[in-house]
């Protein structure tokens, strides 16, 4: 899947959580992609905010950020 499909479909989840409030919002988008995503696409996601996340949202990046966090602390 292309970086700019994958940038799209997180946007996507972020717009859906923003009525929420950031507090909520940005723990509802990792949950999400971490229960819906393949490890695939994850790491094609975090490899994408890794080279400085062009084109994500701020919950989306935020999120993400705690996500991959939280996947690395696991597997220490």
């Known amino acids: 899947m292309s970086p ?18 950031h507090d909520k919002a940005v723990p509802g988008i990792a949950e999400h992609i971490k229960k819906f995503w393949d490890p695939r696409m994850k790491r094609a996601i975090f490899a994408h905010l890794d080279a400085g ?12 950020t705690s996500l ?7 597997a220490s």
């Open 4 to 21: 700019d499909r994958l940038i799209y479909m997180a946007n996507q989840i972020g717009k859906f959580f923003q009525s929420q409030g």
């Open 53 to 64: 996340g062009a084109g994500l949202e701020p919950n989306v990046r935020e999120a993400l």
């Open 68 to 74: 991959k966090q939280a996947t690395s602390l696991r």
